[in-house]
């Protein structure tokens, strides 16, 4: 029976966003196609993260398994995916749009004699497949035609990440182990130790609030107005390119085009002209609230609330009003 497989990435045993919100496209996707939705986890040890995906999830979970599979390599993953596409015959394939992927899901499609339509940002009826062109100036829409499965890897924040408790799940889902037939071999590369970042690094992606701020700061030493904000709102604080080039804030909370992709409940803009660059990265979020004394910005194009007015007079009220609302 065709399916939609979504093939969900593990970091030592837990489960990233971006796998969860794979998931919930995949579940749009069987929704509308009137096609199960089923799994594969990939790795050496995948009991546990089979079962926390069992607890949310209602179709076949595949835990792929093999020692070769202990370590990534894009030859152990294409080989074992494409084994098992070959074994399960699924409709569409979906994958987070992590750097893993990108390394290893294209070699994936030519082996398969297929197109991977990459950082899918929407999914209509047909099924039709939108992604952004030109960092965002438009969008693109694609369609699967020939035989065979249809490879899709879907963007950050783009979907809203699969939630426990969701309702999508009607009954028990079941759990089956696949060996792939892998040799040595195969394996072509030699991993080396995996890269840890450094402690502070920070996930917006995961956010749910987050205060953005941009040149209109004008300084360094203003950052702490906006860090204020951030902290009595309980949200994470980023940036838009120039603050990052600057030094003042760490490349790690630039949100845009060369940063993040973020899609939190509310994003707050503070200072932030709105650049074609930096709205690829938040357009996608809930909620966008704009400050800026510039009636003409392209950051109220996008926002939901716009407040047109000097941050350095607006933040501060803002700060003393959720402080009055705790």
Not at 38 to 53: Q, R, V
Not at 69 to 82: E, F, P, R, V
Not at 125 to 142: A, I, T
Not at 295 to 311: C, Q
Request: a negative charge; glycine letters at 10%.
């Amino acid at each position: 029976m065709s399916s939609v497989l979504v093939v969900v990435e593990q970091d030592g045993g837990r489960i990233g966003r971006m796998s969860w919100e794979a998931i919930a496209a995949g579940y749009l996707l069987g929704a509308q196609q009137n096609l199960p939705v089923d799994a594969a986890i990939i790795g050496s040890e995948t009991a546990p993260a089979a079962e926390e995906i069992a607890a949310r999830l209602d179709g076949q979970i595949e835990r792929v398994e093999h020692p070769l599979l202990s370590l990534y390599t894009a030859d152990g993953y294409t080989h074992a995916i494409q084994q098992l596409i070959e074994k399960e015959a699924p409709a569409y394939v979906l994958f987070p749009h992590t750097y893993q992927v990108r390394d290893y899901a294209p070699a994936l499609a030519a082996r398969l004699n297929q197109v991977l339509i990459s950082d899918v940002i929407a999914i209509g009826e047909g099924p039709v497949f939108q992604r952004q062109l030109l960092q965002g100036r438009l969008v693109g829409s694609y369609q699967h035609s020939g035989g065979g499965p249809c490879l899709i890897s879907v963007q950050a924040g783009a979907f809203p990440a699969l939630e426990p408790g969701s309702e999508t799940k009607t009954r028990t889902a079941a759990i089956a182990v696949f060996q792939p037939a892998l040799e040595p071999s195969m394996i072509r590369t030699r991993p080396g130790a995996p890269f840890r970042a450094s402690a502070q690094t920070v996930d917006l992606a995961s956010a749910q609030r987050i205060v953005s701020v941009g040149r209109g700061i004008q300084g360094e030493e203003n950052i702490q107005l906006v860090k204020e904000l951030a902290a009595v709102l309980d949200a994470e604080l980023a940036a838009s390119r120039p603050i990052c080039d600057n030094g003042w804030l760490p490349m790690e909370r630039q949100v845009g085009s060369s940063g993040q992709t973020v899609a939190p409940r509310l994003y707050l803009a503070v200072g932030i002209s709105g650049a074609i660059q930096h709205l690829v990265g938040m357009k996608g979020s809930h909620c966008i609230v704009a400050i800026n004394k510039d009636p003409e910005a392209p950051i109220f194009e996008v926002a939901d609330y716009g407040i047109i007015g000097d941050l350095f007079e607006v933040v501060p009220a803002l700060i003393e009003a959720a402080k009055a609302g705790r």
